[in-house]
């Protein structure tokens, strides 16, 4: 599944995403986080955050919030979208979040975060989770985080996700994975890790090696959308969409692939947002994020930056690829 990330989880990303992703595959695709007292006054069919790719399915709303009568309102607007299900955020740690007790503040208190869960749970039918950290301070406490998933197993949670750095760690170091294999087994319900899973061989490894039920791609999503491609042809799984086309797996090939992809993401921005200075930000954001996988990625960000619009954007791209040969990592120091 691909994660819900700030700046990134819109519409574009979900369908970039999807057009590498086999039709045997139905993996999820979360959105960005998505406030609960916003969403009232939001219009479906009038929000960027908010639009959804005509028959779009197994995509996820990332709620952020703690008060009913805001979570149940939005909760039955978006059910309107025909979610898969929906995910709530307890792992944000940015200060204007955590001020409203959202996010990863909520694993502050047992009872209040499974309070939240059975809000959400009243009011739809459909599958609920929550996406926590592995601690809501400068430490993994794994006795507080056996308790408190325990009691969002109680409070009726279908599944959850962790992400095992704690909140002081933001998205720096090595997450450690072995907090989510302990947490999957004592808890019933589905554990799915996430954090630092940058190649298909790290996805594969969470679930066949650690006993974890799913594997949660976040940046990396951005450097390689393709990832998903990658993993089903490691699991041999059957991909007719694709007869022809070879999977990008060396090192150059995955570079070349790169500069198709974003391009690809910018006629998809255009497509739904327009050529727009909306669509510039979001294009911009998105090659800061992946191009750290790229050897030259400082060299091809700036070219981003420089682009006044989106067809500049794309002309420096092509002049780019051509004169430029290169190759992206398999893994980086986040």
């Known amino acids: 599944m691909i994660a819900p990330m700030v700046g990134l ?3 574009a990303f979900r369908e970039l995403v999807r057009e590498y992703t086999p039709p045997t595959m139905n ?3 979360f959105t960005e986080m998505l406030s609960t007292r916003r969403l009232l006054s939001e219009r479906l069919d009038d929000s960027n955050e908010l639009m959804v790719a005509p028959g779009e399915d197994f995509f996820v709303p990332q709620l952020l919030g703690n008060e009913e009568r805001f979570i149940s309102a939005s909760v039955k607007k978006l059910q309107t979208l025909k979610p898969w299900g929906f995910d709530i955020n307890m792992g944000c740690p940015q200060t204007h979040i955590l001020k409203h007790n959202w996010g990863v503040r909520l694993m502050g208190d047992q009872g209040y975060a499974a309070d939240v869960v059975k809000m959400v749970k009243r009011h739809t039918n459909l599958p609920v989770s929550v996406k926590l950290r ?3 301070d400068k430490d993994v406490n794994l006795d507080y985080l056996r308790d408190f998933t325990g009691c969002l197993e109680d409070a009726g949670l279908d599944w959850l996700t962790i992400h095992p750095r704690p909140k002081a760690a933001k998205h720096e170091g090595l997450a450690n994975w072995s907090v989510v294999e302990d947490i999957a087994r004592v808890r019933r319900i589905p554990v799915v890790a996430n954090g630092d899973i940058q190649t298909a061989d790290d996805a594969i490894h969470v679930v066949q090696q650690l006993g974890c039920s799913g594997a949660m791609i976040a940046r990396a999503a951005a450097a390689r959308p393709w ?8 699991l041999g799984i059957e991909q007719p969409i694709f007869e022809g086309k070879k999977v990008p797996e060396t090192p150059e090939e995955e570079a070349t ?3 198709r ?3 690809r993401f910018i006629d998809i921005l255009i497509h739904f947002f327009g050529d727009t200075e909306y669509s510039l930000q979001k294009a911009r954001f998105f090659i800061a994020t992946g191009s750290r996988w790229f050897l030259f990625g400082h060299s ?5 930056m420089k ?3 989106l067809e500049d954007m794309k002309t420096a791209i092509r002049i780019y690829s051509e004169t430029h040969s290169n190759k992206m990592y398999g893994r980086i120091d986040l």
């Open 9 to 11: 989880s819109h519409v």
């Open 27 to 29: 993996p999820l695709r």
């Open 134 to 136: 592995g601690g809501a």
């Open 227 to 234: 990832i998903l491609w990658q993993i089903g042809v490691k």
């Open 257 to 259: 692939e790169y500069y």
């Open 261 to 263: 992809a974003v391009l």
């Open 300 to 304: 091809f960000w700036r070219i981003s």
């Open 307 to 309: 682009a006044k619009s």
